[in-house]
């Protein structure tokens, strides 16, 4: 069997100016990396005569049996197009760090993938680079500032902006800087977060154009003074020069699938610790130029769509016409207690004590009240009986569901989906809110673990507690809410698998992204800076002198 | 006046596959990174019918009155091509870092610019940001290794691999990483340095081809054992990864002047912590395709122009047909004394002593046997005793003075200059080293204090004298130097203008850079991480929602 890279290698590209013009963008409203990558030019004009409806993909917890939701996400607009619906695919751009540590990118898989996929899973078009870049420059200067005399009174110990990498290098989560000496900046204890976690990250991702990028920046809370009022980024002055280095990041790049359908890659927030979903601006250009547009958010739907929902959502100002929750058999029967090993194996009465995962997120997809169907992405070790458990126990849900095989025949094992996304997405949905903008923080925190993650009660720490009252006071309660929790449970206990009842949710600390606009809440011992593994895929990668690369994915 | 962004926002720059098509590089042979910039495919095809004649721009010391020297190399690029003589200028591509902390950028000014000059000055094409993220993935990958086993017993004490940014942040110079507790990493004390004045840069620009980029990364040396061999990233597996993440970068950059002047612009390191020469690769890709190259070594011809004979040119295996030496009325006056507020006045005496600074460098030129010629670059308020004053100097020395005017007349203001470097090219030039690889390092150290800088002695610390010893049995003795050394004076001591006599010269410490094949030597306190001003262009800049900067250069 070929790997991914070994698929993506032998496929035919075309030239990035023709994938555009299909989707009626001249040569003039891009601008070409290369021959397959392109940024597409601000402000895109929408097309009047097209559908704008709006898919969006999202999963089960991931585990390590592997969902393929961005296999399927890929494989669903291929076979929109082949079935003759125009659909452009707006998706997350990868995080370089990781691609080092554990195997694997984050552009689909086997017949289901975006092209360039080397490319796009290290520099791309600079994105992250521009990204890290900004965020660091504004380290630095904040640094200077306070070394320079410091005239608005920052307190060393209460700087909250952190300085970022794309690389996966745990021993930045806790660092001493400014040692050495008088000419060598003022000492104090501070942490390096992952790019995709930083809050600039997440302006890139929710700003509708280069001047709301700039306000974004510049109320951004870099730290407190000693009489802790909060400083921002426009009081000292560097808003416009950090939004110089993000002018081209702030621009959707464009690429194409195996199968040539348009593919707008932008923005790269991860799920869990930061709102897991491309970028409005991407999204947007997709719903202007497209009759369909199929999006992603990150991880399961407890965390990237209730993101999508109650984060992005507000400022794309369109709610989904329908989402896709993605599920395999070998996962459900994971979350039912099945070991990784024995996955190969029919275990039924696992499989519907693990439905109760898909099933939880199903409950929370329906309370948004959008038309909703669970895909069943194939592997070869499924049987019938299997397919039939879970479609009987959705059907008491009435949701369909719908077997895909993405990887191995790509938009053709995806039609089945398609055809019961257009029919959704006809349907009349009737969208409502999980909570409103004036609750409080903490009543929006109680909202989401209560409702979505099924927690019977929250408990945040005495420093939580402090903040829920201190951001109040300082008139930032109006804000959403991103929770930082693990992935791979609806609690804050990664081991806790299924839907577990009962339990409570922990608040560590909350952090103000006012630029993002939310405030982010962490739970549990959620890092933002991951570490490598003991064996990083670094090492055994290799490339040749035609510079053809192994062992990337 | 217009300032340099002004002049360059008004060009009408040409498509760079026009650009391209004109020194024989068809569609394939290019990546387009937008319309204005491009990467040239490796390898290039050299044209045996050109002359291949090599022209290094250098200048005297630097000072705060202003050289001009980029300004001098694009508009002597530009008057080759207007006199007919086929030419394609080769330089470096600036660091971000210090654009930030002081207005200006690094792509010459006036109408002697290289354009698009925001993007070159800025992001660019991406080289130095996957240098960075290269960079930093090696260290994470080391203080993985450390906290997972240490089979090689790498001492955490004796890494001296660091972490680089493109930031000027001086409070990176001195840092404690891995605090946190036993899952956050090891603790040691470490530090950052300026991209531009990393090995992997060095490596990028003396390389090649990809494989002899890989071998020089595998040769890279870490840090120690506990028992204090050293360790290589070929030992611990990491050369492929670190390779992948350069294999765009190592692809030099083609973009242009004003006056469509073919450029390449690759690589970056700083002359005075690094060897100050842009890459072997695009020098040699340059030489393939044009009768005349011309290309630059950073601020003074004892720094740049020394690390690019003694260095640069051992790989690129070719010998500058001629030299340039840019100085100015101003500069040297400075040199001879007169306050920077007092530049505009005529000062004749002390531009007589002035002189002893660019005299000792118009003999080390001398030395290394290359025909060589002044460029005085105008100003306004320079007299015609002035100039008198320099050519009877020089004359002396057999050397030609030529003014030029290249800021405000672009290639017309400095024909004079191209005329008299075509005639030096034909001239038969008898190259002679300054040292032989042969010599020990203390040796090699020795001759270039002593001969270039003028000094009588020099003095190495305890660490130097240990370190010297250490290299030798490790059997490193027989690279080139690469000495650190202030950039503002022939001296360790930055205040001592002119040509000082008698005076030692200071070791601190070296360190072994063997994946670029060099012996770094630190004299006197430089520091390898520049800090920001008082009030760094940063407060300054602005960017309205059409993307217009101003206060950038």
């Given at each position: ?29 891009i601008e070409q990396y290369g021959k397959y990558k392109a940024k ?411 409702k979505i993650y099924g927690a019977k009660d929250v408990e945040f ?93």
């Amino acid at each position: 069997m070929m790997t991914d890279i070994e698929i993506a290698d032998q496929a035919e590209m075309k030239p990035i100016k023709e994938v555009a013009e299909k989707i009626g963008l001249g040569e003039d409203d891009i601008e070409q990396y290369g021959k397959y990558k392109a940024k597409i030019s601000l402000p895109v004009t929408a097309h009047p005569d097209k559908k704008h409806k709006l898919v969006l993909v999202t999963s089960i917890n991931p585990t390590p049996a592997g969902e393929g939701k961005s296999t399927v996400l890929v494989g669903l607009g291929d076979a929109l197009n082949q079935l003759g619906h125009q659909t452009i695919i707006a998706m997350r751009e990868p995080s370089m760090g990781p691609v080092f540590g554990i195997k694997g990118g984050a552009t689909g898989g086997g017949y289901s993938q975006v092209v360039p996929m080397e490319d796009i899973n290290l520099h791309f078009t600079g994105d992250l680079h521009a990204l890290t870049s900004a965020n660091n420059t504004l380290a630095a200067l904040v640094d200077n500032y306070i070394m320079r005399g410091n005239e608005l009174g920052l307190d060393p110990r209460r700087i909250i902006w952190k300085r970022v990498e794309d690389v996966n290098d745990r021993a930045l989560r806790n660092v001493v800087t400014g040692l050495g000496g008088l000419m060598q900046g003022v000492p104090r204890q501070t942490g390096f977060d992952i790019t995709a976690a930083s809050e600039l990250m997440a302006i890139l991702c929710l700003s509708t154009d280069l001047m709301d990028l700039k306000k974004r920046v510049g109320r951004i809370v870099v730290g407190y003074t000693y009489d802790k009022k909060p400083v921002t980024v426009a009081e000292l002055g560097f808003a416009d020069a950090i939004t110089i280095l993000l002018k081209d990041a702030i621009k959707p790049n464009l690429v194409q699938t195996l199968d040539h359908t348009p593919t707008i890659i932008h923005g790269g927030p991860f799920a869990n610790i930061a709102h897991g979903c491309n970028s409005v601006l991407a999204t947007k250009a997709a719903l202007q130029l497209a009759d369909y547009t199929v999006t992603e958010s990150g991880f399961g739907a407890d965390l990237g769509a209730e993101k999508f929902m109650d984060i992005k959502r507000r400022v794309l100002g369109k709610n989904p016409d329908a989402v896709v929750i993605v599920a395999t058999v070998r996962a459900l029967e994971y979350n039912g207690g099945v070991a990784l090993a024995d996955l190969k194996d029919e275990h039924l009465p696992e499989l519907k004590k693990g439905m109760a995962n898909l099933n939880r997120h199903i409950k929370n997809m329906q309370r948004y009240g959008v038309p909703l169907v669970v895909a069943i992405n194939h592997f070869v070790t499924d049987t019938e009986a299997e397919i039939k458990l879970i479609e009987d126990n959705c059907k008491e849900l009435g949701v369909n569901v719908v077997p895909v095989d993405a990887w191995a025949k790509g938009g053709a094992g995806t039609q089945g989906l398609a055809q019961e996304v257009v029919r959704l997405t006809d349907q009349q949905s009737d969208f409502h809110e999980l909570y409103s903008l004036d609750a409080t923080p903490e009543e929006k925190i109680r909202t989401i673990a209560t409702k979505i993650y099924g927690a019977k009660d929250v408990e945040f720490s005495r420093t939580a507690k402090r903040q829920l009252k201190q951001f109040t006071e300082l008139g930032w309660d109006k804000l959403p809410v991103c929770i930082a929790k693990t992935q791979y449970s609806f609690t804050d206990d990664k081991s806790q698998l299924g839907a577990p009842e009962g339990f409570t949710f922990h608040i560590r600390s909350l952090v103000p992204k006012l630029g993002a606009g939310f405030i982010v809440a962490l739970s549990g011992n959620m890092m933002t800076m991951p570490g490598l593994s003991k064996v990083p895929a670094a090492v055994n990668m290799t490339i040749d002198k035609d510079g053809k690369i192994t062992g990337l994915f």
